[in-house]
T-cell receptor, first 112, second 115 residues
Framework: KQEVTQIPAALSVPEGENLVLNCSFT??????LQWFRQDPGKGLTSLLL?????REQTSGRLNASLDKSSGRSTLYIAASQPGDSATYLC???????????FGKGTRLHILP | SAVISQKPSRDICQRGTSLTIQCQVD?????MFWYRQQPGQSLTLIAT?????????ESGFVIDKFPISRPNLTFSTLTVSNMSPEDSSIYLC????????????FGQGTRLTVV
């Protein structure tokens, strides 16, 4: 059974720092992986999607990597800003028609 | 991509009452998903709603408590029935867009507080 783990559960860093959020999954046979952002009390915003055949995806200051063989993905945020403060969720889709499986998220706080 | 409108965005309800949450998608989709997110927790799938058939509920969720409608390919409702304070959560609607990728999109969420 696929399980998704995100460490750390919470993280506080000063503004301007580069940071890495981690996501690990137990079964390397995945279809794709998505990173989401959730502001308090709100829905989820899709940030990046990586197909199983890809190694990384970039959008602005965000870069997501995928290492299927080791069951890991990272979300790199460059030059962090207070507006980046949110919960970041990693989700794995085992197969094209399968439901996604979420990690518990990393709550990020950027200190002004 | 998909744009999902979810209403209401938040509500405060009395225990014993029911609340219906609406989800409208800007394009036709086969399946729509309803999630619950309890305070400080990750998302838990409640059910999958298919147009023209009954929803499929996950373990621990029943139709009497969470009836779902799916009248067409762009709209669904979730009702939280006979509410108690334990039902206080964020409820989220989601769809999968299939193409080159299968990508999940979410509505803005409904923040429910039961008093």
């Amino acid at each position: 059974k696929q399980e998704v783990t995100q460490i750390p559960a919470a993280l506080s860093v000063p503004e301007g720092e580069n940071l890495v959020l981690n996501c690990s999954f137990t079964d390397s046979a995945i279809y794709n992986l998505q990173w989401f952002r959730q502001d308090p009390g709100k829905g989820l915003t899709s940030l990046l999607l990586i197909q199983s055949s890809q190694r990384e995806q970039t959008s602005g200051r965000l870069n997501a990597s995928l290492d299927k063989s080791s069951g890991r993905s990272t979300l790199y945020i460059a030059a962090s800003q207070p507006g980046d403060s949110a919960t970041y969720l990693c989700a794995v889709r085992p197969g094209r028609d399968d439901k996604i499986i979420f990690g518990k998220g990393t709550r990020l706080h950027i200190l002004p | 991509s998909a744009v999902i409108s979810q209403k209401p965005s938040r509500d405060i309800c009395q225990r014993g009452t029911s609340l219906t949450i609406q989800c409208q998608v800007d394009s036709q989709v086969t399946m729509m998903f309803w999630y619950r997110q309890q305070p400080g927790q990750s998302l838990t799938l409640i059910a999958t709603a298919n147009q023209g058939s009954e929803a499929t509920y996950e373990s621990g969720f029943v139709i009497d408590k969470f009836p779902i409608s799916r009248p067409n390919l762009t709209f669904s409702t979730l009702t939280v029935s006979n509410m108690s304070p334990e039902d206080s959560s964020i409820y989220l609607c989601s769809v999968d867009k299939k193409g080159y990728n299968t990508e999940a999109f979410f509505g803005q969420g409904t923040r429910l507080t039961v008093v």
